[in-house]
């Protein structure tokens, strides 16, 4: 077994050798830069092993973590570099796992995760929303995460009320952890170099909030969020079946003002309006 260190290998060489071109629709850039490597690492060993890594690509990350002797279980979709992947760490802390994430049913992360984890990742640019949205609800298996992304995903999730990256994942963010813009990463560390900056994030997520709270903000913020230009009066309101008189009577008891927009209500009082809801299964 070749030694357990980031990839003495530039991307682009050992693409060649594997004869893997980088897909973008998968949004495969690698990390080559090392030191962005390691930071990312030293924040995710702060937070606990286990790991569940997705996307280790080529093992810029998941070497990090192996010469670590962190235990770690990587997700990778591509199943000629999680045939590499394997082989390369056969034998070490690293199991490696051929799947989407997306696809992978709860009960299989609580089964391979009985105590809980910490997520880590360069996530795909195509999947970063989607990943982050997935994570939301893994929340009790995975309740903290270092993730890299797409530098306007992440201006998103952390944005605060009143601008226009602003909403729904700001507000599920703001509301279900504690997240930290960690540091910027340039396009100029990955192979191929993609066309935007990267930043890397760090969430916490907090206990004990019930996952039919969660349904209900997910119904108000998606309602509120669904026609952003117009006032919070005219959001469709399919779950109530009071329909928008009694969503504004909603909005009054939470504090909010109908003829307010979306973009103006802080997470805090979206959280009231969802706790305003009588719990039931809502449509999302």
Partial sequence: MPPLDFPADHPRRLLADLGISPSKRRGQNFLHDRNVARKIVAVAQAMGSPFLEIGPGLGALTSLLAAQDAETVAVEIDRRMAGYLRDRYSGSAVEVIEGDFLSVQEAEWRRRFPRGGSVVGNLPYSLSSPIVLRLFTLREVFPRAVIMLQKEVAARLLAPPGGKEYGTLSVYLSVLA???????????????????????????????????????????????????????????????????KEWCDLLFQAGIDPSARAETVPPEMYLLLARAIPFKETEG
């Fill in 178 to 244: 504690d997240a930290c813009l960690e540091f910027s990463v340039g396009r100029a560390c990955f192979t191929p170099a993609p066309e935007v900056d990267s930043a890397v994030v760090s969430i916490r997520f907090r206990p004990g909030i019930p996952d039919m709270l969660v349904r209900n903000l997910q119904a108000v913020v998606r309602a509120s969020f669904a026609r952003r230009r117009k006032k919070l009066r005219n959001a469709p309101v399919p779950f109530l079946p009071g329909g928008t």
